[in-house]
């Protein structure tokens, strides 16, 4: 008979296979776009369905106690959809235990007028304005925006230096860095990031400089792309060891378009290029966000939302090789809230969370739910 290995002295690789071993999860298989309708224009952000949303099934919160740090949530107010602290508190009062949040830029209310680099500082305004009413107490324990990202266009290279001083002033000591988004592709379909207009941004020797800036004045590049464009961000984390580089959403692997019925050659390019950018320790990644780039279901034609355990099986795939590659100390989850809503509540979006991390040493999920990003966000 085999020996025996004591959980304690399992690695964490083999605990979170162990864990999805005993894991009774039953999912529908993925299908393509060719095997079924799917009417859903992927990489777009609709307006949250409340009423489909009220008919997922209830379920307890996994681990209430557990301390979340919610590392990437927006704040927006558009002519068909606001989300602002109500609604966003209405969220953190669904059960979980988030102590604190993080803001990521998203393009809302800057300002109207001025020099056009200055404007995304209106953004960063309106947020240290949200977080204070949330210092006040009136909105639930969570700290609301104790971190902000911003946008500064990187490409002004040392003159991006002004606008991120600017950022800094107007942030009351929650600033912590800026995203600029690079996340393109040549399919019309799958929808790029603002302003983008070809693969190479982070390449460029303007956006170079304007790194340099940033990492001079003690700030985080949250970078964006497409899983195709991932060579990009391992060449910029080598080029600058010194950055402090955080991957949104797990690396942009993409599930519709010209990718759609290809899950098994996206997974397989994407951990290729993910395991060679764990090899940079100036990056960590964020957990999560893949609702409308992954595809992996249809949430606007699903006649209720899936459970947290059709969740996790859905995204374990990306989410756990990145646990294993990079370590829960380069780790962190996000909720990208509002745009999960389009698919999934927030309880169960940090069910799922919760379960595939349920292999974690306690230690371990520290580090995942709030721990690595009080060190990457410098939060207090």
Known sequence: MAKRVPASTRSLAGRLRMARAYALITVARYTSNEERA?????GRIFTPNETWLAKAPPEPIIEPELAIIDTHHHLWERPDYRYLIHELQQDLATGHNVVATVFEECHAMYRKSGPQEMRPVGETEFVAGVAAMSASGLYGPTKIAAGIVGYADL?????????????????????????????????????????????????????????????GLGLSLDAWVFHPQLNTVIDLARAQPDANIILCHVGGPLGYGPYAGKRAEVIAQWKTAMAELAKCPNVSVKLGGMMMRLAAYDYLSLAAPPSSAELAAHWRPFIEPCIEMFGADRCLFESNFPVEKMGIGYAALWNALKLIAAGASPAEKVALFSGTAKRVYKLD
């Open 38 to 42: 799917m009417p859903t224009a992927y």
């Open 155 to 215: 490409t002004l290279g040392d003159g991006a230096a002004a606008v991120l001083e600017a950022h800094i002033g107007a942030g009351g000591g929650r600033f912590r860095g800026v995203r600029h988004s690079a996340a393109w592709d040549a399919s019309e379909v799958i929808g790029n990031s603002r302003g983008t207009t070809g693969p190479g941004l982070y390449a460029q020797a303007n956006f170079r400089a304007g790194l340099k800036r940033l990492t």
